[in-house]
Each structure stands twice: as structure tokens, then as C-alpha cells.
């Protein structure tokens, strides 16, 4: 497996960066005057976190904010009467049946064909059995199917874990530096963990951390993660021979908000007017900010620039490179609490 050698990394400016300053070389000049000489710990307040495999560097934040989670009852209803859920039963199938007085999964159970499957599908609902359920509804409707997402009014706040990764590239031979977890508190706060990467060999105790705090919670909320962050998570665990348990539900936003507000399975006419919306072209996280959310960055380093920031923090010793890299994080994980949020309200307001 490839990894990271500093002395054979070549720049790649970003001619069109849109932060404060204009320029790349411009705002490096501004960490460089503002930061250097300065300590780590006094550019990026925090702790040393230690464990079984080495040390790593953690910040904590909070910001105000509360989850807005699916109607649980809602949910349980629509997928009650939701016969296509049923392995066999697809749109013509499915008129038949509800000719013959067939309209739910309990009506199903008297169905010579059909009995099975729908009481096991039912049992599950009773049960809150979260995982099987999204396994059902994602073969049998769609992945992003609002359904989907409503299953999280199964949960408690406790359960969520929001995650979003810093890499030095896009596969797992790179490393990782900068991993950010959000957790619900029970004031209408948001807690920030960020687990930093000081220096290459911190890798292992910072994979160490997330991936104790992953297996503790059953619920992961993450933007492309299921691309991304989730396989970039186990590839580097892998590599040091560590086994991340993958958790038992995992909500990717992205996929939902294709669904909910992209340019191609997006906003109706309606729901367009409705809301002040257009379909948009782009379902980037920073899009979706701004649209839906109403937040603009005013000055944010795009993520393909964090390897060459970390870089020049490990060429130079100044952490005020790597201070651009942790707000950046920062900011994502706390809009997933947010974004969750708002697909949770425009498809409530769809009902």
C-alpha cells in the first residue's frame, strides 16, 4: 500500500481558491506572518490524547444546535402500507393485489405467497430493528428514499456520530491528519472532537480513537462517506492491522440530498416554489450550505488543498497551516447536524 513521502510531494495551486485572501500564495503568506514561531498548542488549544498505540492531538468545541430526527410513528405507518416492500410485488403486482383488498403488510398475511415475507417485515417495524429495515427499503424502494432517513426517529440523540475525514489524498495509502466527530449534547449543543495528526506516526493512535468511538455508537452520519470516508477509515485501519467494526446504520446525506434537492431527482415544481428553490446543479456540501442553510464561508480551504497545507505545516513547524485545515473540518461535521436536520423538515413537509 502506497504511502506519504514529503520530500517527493509537488504543489498543485488552485488557481480559482475563493477564500480571504484571493490567492493561495496570498493566504499561505497570512498563516505564515500570523503563526510562525508560535507553539502548536497555542495556534490549535487542545490535549494530548494518549492510548495503547501512541499519542495523537484532540480539540473540543461546542456549538449550538439540536437534531431534528425523523417521525418514528409517521415512518412505522408509511412502511406499513408500503406492500412493495415485499420481494415479488412491484407496481402491477401491487394494483392486483390492492384490488383484491391487499393494501398492507397485515392484510398480507393472509396471502398464500406473500404471508412470510410481510410478517417478517412487520416484525422488524415492531422491533425497531433499524438496520434490517434499511436493507429492506433500500433493495426494495431506494437507498435515499425517505423512509430511509425516517428511521432515525428510532434512535435516540446518543446514537448519531457525525464523521468527517482530512486526507493527504483519496486513497487509503495516504494518510489521514485531521478526523472531526460531532455528538448530540443534551443542552441543544453540538460537541466537536477533532483528533489531529501532529506528525505521521500519531496515524495509528488517532485511528484508534475514532474507530472506539464508531463502534460505540450505532448510528454514523457522514457526506459521500459511504464512497469515502467510511473505506478510507477501514483501509487505514487495515494498515496497521486494525479491525473497525463498520457501524450498524449509516446515513450517507449525500445521497439524500441528490434526492431531495438535486437537479435530476430533486425539487418538483411545487416543492420548488414552496421553499424559494430551484433544482440545484451542484449537491456539494458547500452548496448545500449556502442554498439551504444559508451559511457562507467567507474564508475555507476547499479540501483538495489540505495535503499541500499540511505539507508546508510539516516543512515549516508552523501550525498555523494546519489551522485552516481544522476550522474547514470543523464546519463540516457541524453542518451534517444541520443538513440532517433540513432533510428531515422538507420531507415533512412533503407528507
Not at 406473500?114 to 416484525?123: L, N, P, V
Not at 454514523?220 to 483501509?235: A, C, E, H, Q, R
Amino acid at each position: 500500500m502506497r504511502t506519504f513521502d514529503p520530500d517527493d510531494y509537488e504543489h498543485t495551486v488552485d488557481p480559482d481558491f475563493d477564500g480571504r485572501p484571493d490567492t493561495v500564495s496570498a493566504f499561505r503568506e497570512q498563516l505564515r506572518r500570523e503563526y510562525e514561531g508560535l507553539p502548536f498548542e497555542k495556534v490549535l488549544p487542545g490535549n494530548v490524547v494518549e492510548n495503547d498505540y501512541g499519542a495523537c492531538y484532540r480539540l473540543t468545541a461546542k456549538a449550538r444546535g439540536a437534531l431534528r430526527r425523523g417521525d418514528a410513528e409517521h415512518t412505522r405507518q408509511d412502511l406499513l402500507g408500503s406492500v412493495n416492500l415485499v420481494r415479488g410485488i412491484r407496481d402491477k403486482t401491487r394494483m392486483r393485489l390492492e384490488e383484491q383488498g391487499f393494501k398492507t403488510l397485515a392484510d398480507l398475511e393472509d396471502h398464500p405467497r406473500f404471508c412470510g415475507e410481510s410478517k417478517r417485515i412487520r416484525e422488524m417495524l415492531e422491533a425497531g430493528s433499524t438496520e434490517e429495515l434499511t436493507e429492506v427499503i433500500g433493495a426494495r424502494l431506494s437507498k435515499s428514499h425517505p423512509s430511509v432517513l425516517g428511521l432515525s426517529g428510532l434512535h435516540d440523540d446518543s446514537d448519531f456520530l457525525f464523521l468527517d475525514l482530512e486526507t493527504m489524498g483519496l486513497f487509503a495509502g495516504q494518510p489521514l491528519v485531521v478526523a472531526g466527530i460531532a455528538r448530540l449534547g443534551s443542552d441543544n449543543t453540538i460537541i466537536v472532537e477533532q483528533y489531529v495528526v501532529r506528525d505521521f506516526p500519531d496515524e495509528l493512535a488517532l485511528l484508534f480513537e475514532v474507530n472506539r468511538q464508531v463502534d460505540t455508537h450505532p448510528v454514523m452520519v457522514t457526506y459521500n462517506g459511504k464512497s469515502f470516508d467510511l473505506p478510507f477509515l477501514i483501509g487505514r485501519s487495515a494498515y496497521y492491522d486494525l479491525k473497525l467494526k463498520p457501524p450498524r446504520v449509516h446515513f450517507d446525506l449525500l445521497h439524500f440530498s441528490r434526492r431531495a434537492w438535486g437537479r435530476k431527482r430533486g425539487l418538483s415544481h411545487a416543492s420548488s416554489r414552496s421553499e424559494g428553490l430551484s433544482p440545484l446543479s451542484s449537491v456539494s456540501l458547500r452548496s448545500i450550505e449556502e442554498a439551504i442553510l444559508g451559511l457562507s464561508r467567507d474564508t475555507d480551504l476547499p479540501g483538495e488543498l489540505v495535503p499541500e497545507f499540511y505539507y508546508d505545516y510539516l516543512r515549516t513547524g508552523n501550525a498555523g497551516f494546519l489551522k485552516p485545515i481544522v476550522d474547514h473540518n470543523r464546519q463540516d461535521v457541524i453542518s451534517l447536524v444541520n443538513v440532517f436536520s433540513s432533510l428531515v423538515e422538507h420531507w415533512s413537509a412533503q407528507r
